[in-house]
């Protein structure tokens, strides 16, 4: 038999409720306990107060303080049945209780186990024999129940942390990527290309980039209007808003390798004679219109020629918009073509785009301020007959401001490899840009990006898809100097519509390329060692002044002979002031020298390799050398440069002084990198 003493709220029977055979009886129910003993306490207030702020849910009973999921009732015609039709038997009871606890407090009850004195008290008995909570009375035990209480507080406490701190983070890159987007022009010209299509490439595996930068030579804003004559004329010589069309002067197709490796940008020759695939787009409005391919031409105009198409059908549907609209609509098709052709090209896909016209560019860098260039030879390109930039600048390294960084991209005449040296002046200029945003911190703080997406937000344009944060983490590669810029190679040139063009070998870049774009893990730069030497000093923001003042004049009808030659003197550590024509029946090089002068003119001698030793000239001021070139001077074979002295590297720059082709007898004009160099300004002509 049991005893109930009400003094301490226990239940003893036979060993104990706790460890014997005690039973109770409650209405109709049967509590049997076979080799463990039940505790069962009287009804406290602290009670009443629990099961306020724990509701018993339905279907669920409790016990001890923890929640039990209520066993199956016994059958009425079980011939081990005892009692009446509520009652559990015994074997039941022990099979469901072991699963709900197997050892003492087990999950379930530690989940509601509150640290009360009332529940510790008399609550926890020693070993019993198979009862539930172990057999007789015994010795409370506040140790392995509370640690695991108070673990499993401190782990509610860390996951409500931790979730804190997840939904904060997720909140705030939702608004900083929000903030920088807001106000962007987007397009879904990407996703518009679908498979089966001409030009279409398949997404590839991983998480690399495939970005595509387009300069789109237009003097017209994103609504369709001109752009200020006093802008475009006056401030950045870029002649009339009625030139320009919108010709797609800069085509770069730069691979960002996820594993940090080496970025590889390809310039697309703009007179490049390509196939223009055509193909359908949707135009709001209109309805689906099939561009018709546009066959074999130039790749810059696959652009404007697609976005003529589209202002066409939109004007001829009767359902003429805006003008603001009818811009937006016709330029998406505009850059479906340029996608295209780009992807039909080079076999790769485009994974991101970004736009930008003469203004755009133009605030960029007025936003940053300056930026930091480096010529081979002198730039000087006057304004005549309502060509040429203006620009003037001296051989070496230059601080510019935004007008004369468009006039150094833009320039094309004087120049000894003509396009070819103006693409790379191209990629030379976005490596300085990206150096300038690490420089500044831009690109590492969200109010920064901010600030210039500000400024440029009108003449910028982005696919719908672009995460421009993750972005600006991949690309410490092209801050840390690691990344080089090759330009696709040509083959000759043809004739097309009165204009000639640039002829290539399609198969032969779409091998280039993609065995480029898909061989990350083997240009991936080795791990960088430590070193105790001091760092090298930083380039100085101009060059600094030559010790002679050296004018190089070509006296033969090769043309850029001065140029090139200027160029391999500052290969060599050696500034040219100045180039210019010196006749054309020179046969011999000459080199005249000033006061004070001998020494360098036989240096400059030895560097250009020519017969005849420098005289003095009493006609010249001291502290001046001018060389003559003959058909006697040979250019060297191009090599890495490396500016003058307390100048920046052009590290891996390799741009070949004579024009020749490269290793596969196409002419490329060499690679611009940033690699190896002091401060990451690679130097081109």
Not at 33 to 58: H, T, Y
Not at 206 to 231: A, E, F, H, Q, Y
Not at 507 to 523: E, G, L
Request: net charge negative; with cysteine; proline share 7%.
């Amino acid at each position: 038999m049991s005893d109930w003493y009400p003094e301490d709220g226990d239940y003893r029977g036979d060993g104990g409720r706790r460890g014997g055979g005690g039973e109770r009886w409650r209405g109709g129910d049967d509590y049997r306990g076979g080799g463990g003993g039940r505790r069962e306490e009287p009804e406290q207030p602290w009670r009443a107060a629990q099961a306020q702020r724990r509701p018993e849910p339905p279907q669920q009973q409790r016990d001890n303080g923890g929640w039990q999921q209520q066993p199956p009732r016994a059958r009425p015609d079980d011939p081990t049945h005892h009692g009446g039709p509520g009652d559990w038997h015994a074997a039941e009871q022990t099979s469901v209780m072991g699963q709900q606890a197997p050892d003492g407090y087990g999950d379930a009850a530690d989940e509601y186990d509150y640290d009360d004195d009332h529940l510790e008290s008399g609550r926890r008995g020693g070993a019993g024999g198979g009862g539930r909570r172990g057999g007789g009375r015994g010795a409370v035990d506040p140790g392995p129940g509370k640690a695991r209480k108070r673990g499993v507080l401190a782990g509610r406490i860390t996951a409500a942390t931790m979730s804190a701190i997840v939904v904060l983070a997720t909140g705030f890159v939702w608004y900083a990527h929000k903030s920088l987007t807001d106000g962007l022009h987007t397009s879904d010209s990407i996703s518009q290309i679908k498979p089966g299509q001409d030009g279409y490439v398949a997404p590839h595996a991983g998480t690399d980039v495939n970005l595509l930068l387009i300069g789109l030579d237009s003097r017209k804003d994103m609504n369709g209007n001109d752009l200020p004559t006093s802008l475009v004329e006056d401030e950045l010589h870029a002649g009339s808003s009625d030139i320009g069309g919108y010709n797609t002067n800069v085509l770069i197709l730069m691979h960002i390798p996820a594993n940090g490796g080496q970025v590889t940008a390809y310039s697309i020759p703009r007179d490049s004679d390509v196939e223009r695939p055509g193909g359908p787009a949707a135009i709001p409005g209109v309805g689906t219109v099939q561009v018709p391919d546009m066959g074999m031409g130039k790749i810059k105009e696959a652009y404007g020629d697609a976005k003529a198409f589209a202002d066409q059908k939109i004007n001829a549907s009767g359902k003429k918009p805006d003008k603001a609209t009818e811009e937006s609509e016709s330029r998406e098709v505009g850059r479906e073509a340029t996608i295209r052709a780009v992807q039909k090209l080079t076999g790769v896909r485009v994974d991101h785009l970004a736009e930008v016209n003469l203004v755009g560019f133009y605030d960029i860098v007025k936003q940053i301020g300056s930026i930091q260039v480096c010529l081979k030879a002198p730039a000087y390109d006057p304004i005549e007959d309502g060509a040429g930039t203006g620009i003037n600048l001296p051989a070496g390294v230059s601080t510019i401001d935004a007008a004369t960084a468009l006039q150094f991209v833009r320039q094309r005449f004087h120049l000894p490899n003509g396009d070819l040296d103006r693409t790379h002046r191209q990629q030379a200029f976005l490596t300085s840009v990206m150096q300038a945003l690490k420089k500044k911190g831009v690109l590492s703080d969200v109010g920064s990006m901010q600030g210039l997406f500000n400024v440029v937000k009108n003449d910028i344009v982005i696919d719908n898809q672009w995460d421009v944060l993750d972005f600006a983490s991949q690309a410490s590669n092209l801050t840390g100097g690691n990344a080089q810029f090759i330009t696709l190679p040509t083959t000759g040139t043809v004739t097309v519509n009165g204009e000639e063009a640039l002829t290539v070998d399609p198969n032969a870049i779409k091998n280039q390329v993609t065995s480029a774009f898909n061989n990350d893990a083997a240009v991936a730069p080795p791990p960088t060692t430590a070193s105790s030497s001091t760092p090298p000093p930083s380039a100085p923001s101009t060059t600094p002044v030559p010790p002679a003042t050296i004018t190089v004049l070509n006296g033969t009808t090769t043309t850029s002979l001065a140029l090139k030659a200027g160029g391999a003197l500052f290969d060599d550590g050696i500034p040219v002031s100045k180039t210019g024509n010196g006749g054309n029946g020179v046969q011999h090089t000459t080199i005249r020298y000033g006061a004070g002068e001998e020494a360098l003119a036989k240096q400059i001698q030895a560097k250009l390799g020519t017969k005849l030793a420098p005289e003095s000239s009493s006609s010249l001021p001291k502290g001046s050398i001018t060389v003559t070139l003959g058909y006697d001077y040979k250019l060297p074979p191009a090599k890495s440069t490396a500016p003058p002295s307390g100048q920046p590297s052009g590290g891996a720059t390799s741009v070949p002084t004579d024009g020749s082709s490269d290793s596969s007898g196409l002419s490329s004009g060499g690679a611009v990198s940033a690699a190896g160099s002091q401060d990451g300004i690679p130097c081109v002509y």
